[in-house]
């Protein structure tokens, strides 16, 4: 009974409200599969750009721990940790040697919730541990859940425009046509049998109507197209500044994995990397390379005795010293404990004697105090030209430390030249 009052229903209502009965519902359906759409795609893209980013952060991070990890450095693994924690989106740093020991583990007591990227670490090719990385996901979340709110009402809107725009044209191109024929039966003489002449653009008729509500959706898509490009134009603004900060922080990363953090000279993986570059600039263009490598002398005694803050200044102190008297074209390095280096470009053993004595001069004339007191700091030092015998990098450094260790040998506080312990040999 029910279902033939529903079909009566249809069967009474006029061709208009059919007409617009079934556009309502065409539209609804329409408009509801394509939001859908829409909302699936913005999300999907959302999480590839978190994805992306994470990923790349998680690989940075990895590639600024390589040598730390290495090194077994917990002290500037666990400052590298910390700094990516004070990030507002990272909840949680972890890095782990290949034995699954956590070397620096450090997360914040939140309940967001986060998405995890792990990026292996390696060494010259070869896995020494992992690094993990977990982003909140707060903002990925409270973007979807606006692209949606926005894709709803944009749809919405959409729709219902949409639907006004499609009864005009067919509400025009079917009702109007039956609306005309039925004047013209009744008063043959209103258009004269010529109903295109009748409805002509220049008129204000219906089909004139028409025309100006197409024009008026013209401006207001117009409108809506430059609030849209308005509005992406703010988000690629947006995106420009994370990118930005993006750079800051890797930039931060690479200056933490290349600098050591007590002297803030470099450190021995950027020391490894620019004395291939040199070695590599020597054997093409024959420039003079040298390497002067020394120790402090007793250093240990200095740190028994006095403790280790005493021989942390006397580090900083000889890193001064060091850092003061090298060229621009020089690199100065913190190899590790109290060992220290520097790589002469085009500086063949005669000036890197210079160079030696001079730093020499500056200790004794600049003495390390220490609580009011002088401390001797002395160094024990070894000077190595680069020549084709040596065959590599690792040569050179093999050469200067075994001047260097005949300067300890022979009693410490001297330089000993690489040449003439070959010579005497």
Not at 104 to 125: H, V
Not at 287 to 295: I, M, N, Q, T
Request: glycine residues 6%; contains cysteine.
């Amino acid at each position: 009974m029910k279902h033939k009052n529903y079909f009566l229903f249809f069967e009474n209502i006029g061709l208009r409200g059919k007409l617009i009965l079934a556009l309502f519902l065409g539209i609804v359906m329409i408009s509801i599969f394509f939001g859908w759409v829409r909302i699936k795609t913005e999300q999907d893209h959302l999480q590839q750009s978190i994805n992306v980013a994470g990923a790349g952060r998680a690989k940075a991070l990895a590639a600024g721990a390589a040598n730390l990890v290495a090194g077994y450095d917990y002290g500037n693994l666990e400052g590298l940790a910390k700094n990516l924690l004070n990030q507002p989106d990272v909840l949680a740093v972890s890095i782990r040697n290949i034995n699954g020991r956590a070397m620096a583990d450090f997360s914040k007591a939140t309940p967001e919730k986060g998405l995890r990227f792990d990026s292996p670490i390696q060494l010259n090719n070869k896995e020494i541990g992992q690094a993990s990385l977990t982003v909140s996901t707060k903002a990925l979340e409270q973007a979807s859940s606006a692209a949606a709110l926005r894709i709803t009402i944009e749809q919405i809107l959409g729709g219902l425009l949409l639907s006004f725009i499609i009864y005009l044209l067919v509400s025009r191109a079917v009702v109007a046509p039956v609306q005309r024929l039925t004047r013209a039966m009744e008063s043959a003489e209103t258009d004269n049998g010529n109903l295109g002449e009748a409805l002509p653009f220049e008129f204000n008729d219906e089909i004139g109507k028409m025309v100006q509500v197409y024009n008026r959706l013209t401006v207001t898509l117009s409108d809506y197209h430059d609030k849209l490009h308005q509005k992406i134009d703010l988000a690629d603004q947006a995106l420009v500044e994370k990118n930005k900060e993006l750079e800051k922080a890797l930039a931060l990363v690479e200056r933490m994995a290349t600098t050591d953090s007590l002297t803030e000279l470099p450190n021995r993986r950027y020391y490894d990397e620019m004395i291939a570059v040199s070695v590599a600039q020597n054997e093409r263009y024959g420039e003079p390379l040298s390497l002067v490598l020394f120790d402090l002398d007793k250093f240990k005694d200095i740190n028994d005795t006095l403790g280790h803050p005493a021989g942390d200044a006397a580090l900083k102190h000889v890193a001064a010293i060091l850092r003061d008297h090298a060229r621009k074209a020089d690199i100065p390095a913190r190899l590790g404990g109290d060992e220290f280096a520097i790589i002469l470009s085009h500086a063949d053993e005669a000036l890197a004697e210079i160079f030696v004595k001079n730093l020499r001069a500056a200790l004794v004339a600049h003495p390390f105090i220490y609580e009011d007191k002088p401390i001797p700091c002395t160094i024990s030092i070894g000077i190595a030209q680069f020549d084709p015998s040596m065959l590599s990098p690792e040569g050179l450094y093999f050469a200067a430390d075994k001047a260097c260790y005949a300067s300890k040998r022979g009693g410490r506080n001297r330089y000993t030249l690489y040449s003439q312990l070959i010579n005497n040999e």
